[in-house]
């Protein structure tokens, strides 16, 4: 059975720090890059980073860029998000999810075929 499983969000004050955790199975890891998306209250789910395990290759969405790091634990079936200098426009609900084809070149979500997601996890920046 496939299934993603995000864990590691919760609330935190502007200027902290969560790492979330994706954790695969039910399929290989070098088969998909896992993307990570949010969605805030009133918003559309919007994709905020990729990572490629074919070739190591990653993006980021502007506004997250050079504060949130994508990286993956072959493994353990498991790929993170640290995200730091968390902003109050952070807040949402943080998802993972597989794109196919394996490469993070594309940029949209609505150029990939997504075939799993997994349940989400709130993250809240709030003091």
């Known amino acids: 059975q496939v299934q993603l499983v995000e864990s590691g969000g919760g609330l935190v004050q502007p200027g902290g720090s969560l790492r979330l955790s994706c954790a695969a199975s039910?399929?290989?890891?070098?088969?998909?890059?896992i993307g990570w998306f949010r969605q805030a209250p009133g918003k559309e789910r919007e994709m905020i980073s990729c990572?490629?395990?074919?070739?190591?290759?990653?993006w980021y969405e502007d506004s997250v860029k050079a504060r949130f790091t994508i990286s993956g634990d072959n493994a353990k079936n498991t790929v993170y998000l640290q995200m730091n200098s968390l902003k109050p426009e952070d807040t949402a609900v943080y998802y993972c999810?597989?794109?196919?084809?394996?490469?993070?070149?594309?940029?949209?979500?609505?150029?990939?075929?997504?075939?799993?997601w997994g349940q989400g996890t709130q993250v809240t920046v709030s003091s």
């Open positions: 999810a597989t794109l196919h084809p394996n490469i993070c070149s594309y940029y949209t979500a609505s150029s990939y075929r997504i075939d799993y």
């Open positions: 039910g399929f290989p890891l070098d088969y998909y890059a």
């Open positions: 990572l490629s395990s074919s070739d190591d290759g990653t």
